[in-house]
């Protein structure tokens, strides 16, 4: 056997041959040069340490043998880590995972060939210049030898990877059908089928919010977690529910009996050694008494607690995403359906986000742990985010299995034909308020193409139904893919010229100015209404670069109804899913929900085909104008406890369309118009 010293590499050698030791190689060499015994007693062979080991078992050694003794835990956790990164890379490049069936197989070796083909192109291009920038012509020619061989081995590799993928996804094809014959589900992280139940879902769900909002309010008055659910009232605050440890739903007995659960635990008398308790127990008091009282309780749902008075809090307090944006679509009442809209929810998370951190960076006494929480919380956003939207997913999925109970627990052909009546009145209801149209002919097809995908694989031979109601719907999310693409590109565009026109106005009404202060100035002439002058430019400027913001509207949400669509049909796609794979009950259960899902979505597809849906170009800005007033006065007037529901809202945008329709048939101008339609609404 060859010894350790026979076998280790110097570095010197390394630095004649122009090659770099391994990290192995290195830490071996290391450990023997370090060594504190002759040299020669470092070269220990694999039968001397064998022999040596024998001994152990009679003899105990009362000196190291080798200067490595101490190291082979530390060579083979380094050789171990050196594994992990060759595999982790081996698999970045290459498509290893466990293929679900023959066709995912395919799929799988397609990505190996490819990526290796496009890993060896690239070897070849870039090692040769790497070389030539490191050792010149000699380095070239290594790097160009490095570079053919890459190219010959990587794609080699990769239609090895590929074929190996191919097969085990055949082989793996059997599994697939008895398992989807079955009810079970993919799952693409595990890689492996299972049982997917809608209520365990939930169950996960409620418990990863808990754990994401740790640390934050959930805490009772005598310091316990406090209790939420996914069905639960939204409200703008739950410091005071937290503390009495009920849910925003919670009934006034609800709340009775958990004050005085809590009181018990952290009054005064109880905690003697707890200096906060008369605070605490002060505070469990305060929010007993909010939320006992049904109009103070409303008031706290509504506005929070006012903390202070500063222009930031009320500013905060009177905008409110979620309210501006329902009044803003109409979205109200298909919210059951599609949930809250992605861009209200982002919107409001920015600048929940933004204030927050605004309020710490003022703070000057900010500790750096402060601001490694402040960063820490950003950092957190997209977890969070993609929570609420994995929750908004399953509240769909439980509202349409609610929906559709009338079908479910139908017994006759009357009961059915009920059911479908009523789902043409609610579609009704919905197309006349704005966007309604389009709303169901985007809610109408996803659903009616979810079921109809689900059915087809189920009761066609060999799925063919599903794969042609899966090709329809592809193509339908190819043409919503360029009408997004084709509104940034005109919002971007339209944005562009708007600030290209109001730089152009500014620049002109600079020169005015100069040009009348220059004239002043020739003719020596005292002008008392110097100050007044810029300020009637400034008024010029500003309603000129308002004029131009409002030629924008129509283009910005233009993009906003494209981003919408996308996001509803991506919702409702995994609501469906959710629906109809929930194992909690039998396949025959699953296929009528299929059914019933299929008549809501071909009744919406319908009507709003009717009503003129197909098509959401944006073009009326005065409309839109409307719209964002009246949603900045329900807005505000929600902030300040009115009461304004969503048909009051939707009422005030029609007298306000009215007004204006009045007003221009008049001839007045668009000033006076503005100004009439405000006051009227």
């Avoid at 949603?631 to 505000?636: D, F, G, L, Y």
């Amino acid at each position: 056997m060859q010894s350790i010293r026979g076998s280790s590499i110097t570095k010197s050698h390394y630095l004649k041959s122009g090659r770099r030791p391994s990290r192995i190689q290195t830490i071996k060499s290391r450990n023997i040069s370090n060594s504190h015994l002759p040299t020669k007693t470092t070269s220990v062979t694999m039968s001397s340490r064998e022999n040596s080991s024998k001994n152990n078992d009679t003899t105990k050694p009362t000196t190291p043998t080798t200067g490595t003794a101490g190291k082979p835990n530390d060579d083979q956790e380094l050789m171990d880590e050196d594994l992990r990164e060759a595999s982790e890379v081996f698999n970045s490049l290459f498509s290893t995972r466990r293929p679900k069936d023959g066709w995912a197989g395919v799929s799988s070796g397609l990505k190996s060939v490819t990526k290796g083909t496009v890993a060896g192109v690239a070897s070849l291009i870039a090692q040769p210049i790497a070389g030539a920038q490191e050792g010149g012509v000699k380095g070239f020619l290594g790097g160009l030898c490095t570079g053919v061989a890459s190219a010959v081995a990587l794609p080699l590799t990769g239609v090895c990877v590929g074929a190996y993928q191919v097969a085990r996804g055949v082989g793996n094809s059997v599994e697939a059908v008895n398992a989807s014959r079955a009810g079970m589900q993919w799952d693409n992280e595990k890689r492996e089928w299972i049982f997917y139940y809608l209520e365990k879902e939930k169950e996960e769900v409620e418990m990863l919010e808990r754990q994401l909002n740790e640390g934050k309010k959930g805490k009772t008055a005598s310091g316990e977690d406090a209790t939420s659910d996914l069905n639960e009232k939204k409200v703008k605050d739950r410091e005071f529910y937290d503390l009495l440890g009920v849910s925003t739903s919670a009934s006034a007995g609800e709340i009775k009996k958990a004050y005085y659960k809590e009181a018990r635990k952290c009054h005064p008398d109880k905690c003697p050694g707890d200096p906060e308790a008369a605070a605490k127990f002060q505070a469990l008091g305060h929010a007993y008494q909010i939320l006992s009282n049904e109009q103070t309780r409303a008031a706290y749902d509504k506005n929070g607690k006012p903390e202070n008075n500063s222009a930031d809090a009320n500013l905060a307090n009177e905008i409110d995403p979620l309210v501006f944006f329902a009044v803003m679509f109409g979205s109200h009442l298909v919210e059951p359906y599609v949930g809250e809209l992605w861009i209200a929810t982002t919107a409001d998370t920015m600048m929940k986000d933004a204030m927050e951190q605004q309020k710490a960076m003022d703070t000057e006494t900010m500790t750096d742990e402060e601001a490694a929480e402040i960063l820490h919380g950003k950092a957190s956003s997209n977890a969070e985010m993609a929570l609420k939207q994995r929750k908004r997913e399953i509240k769909c999925a439980f509202n349409l299995r609610e929906k559709i109970v009338p079908f479910m627990d139908a017994t006759s052909p009357d009961d059915a034909a009920a059911f479908k009546t009523a789902i043409q009145k609610e579609a009704g209801k919905i197309a006349d308020t704005s966007f309604g149209a389009t709303f169901l002919v985007t809610i109408g097809f996803a659903l009616q193409i979810e079921a109809e995908e689900f059915l087809g694989f189920h009761n066609s031979a060999l799925g063919v139904g599903g794969h042609a109601a899966r090709l329809r719907k592809n193509r339908r999310n190819m043409q919503n893919n360029f009408k997004l693409f084709g509104a940034g590109i005109n919002a971007a565009t339209v944005g562009r010229k708007a600030m290209r026109e109001v730089e152009n106005a500014q620049k002109a009404i600079e020169e005015r100015r100069a040009r009348e202060a220059a004239e002043r100035a020739s003719k020596s002439i005292e002008d008392d209404k110097n100050d007044d002058e810029p300020s009637e430019l400034d008024e010029e400027q500003a309603k000129l670069a308002a004029q131009k913001l409002e030629e924008t509207i129509p283009a910005l949400l233009e993009l906003a109804w494209a981003i919408n669509i996308r996001d509803i049909s991506r919702t409702l796609k995994n609501a469906c899913k959710k629906l109809f794979t929930d194992a909690g009950v039998d396949m025959p259960v699953r296929m009528k929900r299929a059914e019933a899902i299929r008549i809501v979505g071909a009744e919406f597809l319908a009507i709003g085909r009717e009503r003129g849906g197909e098509k959401y170009e944006i073009k009326d800005a005065a409309d839109i104008k409307t719209r964002a007033e009246v949603a900045v006065m329900t807005t505000m007037a929600k902030a300040q406890g009115q009461e304004v529901n969503d048909d009051d809202a939707e009422e005030m945008i029609k007298q306000a369309r009215n007004m204006r329709a009045e007003v221009e048939s008049m001839g007045y101008d668009s000033n006076v118009s503005d100004k009439d339609v405000k006051e009227k609404a």
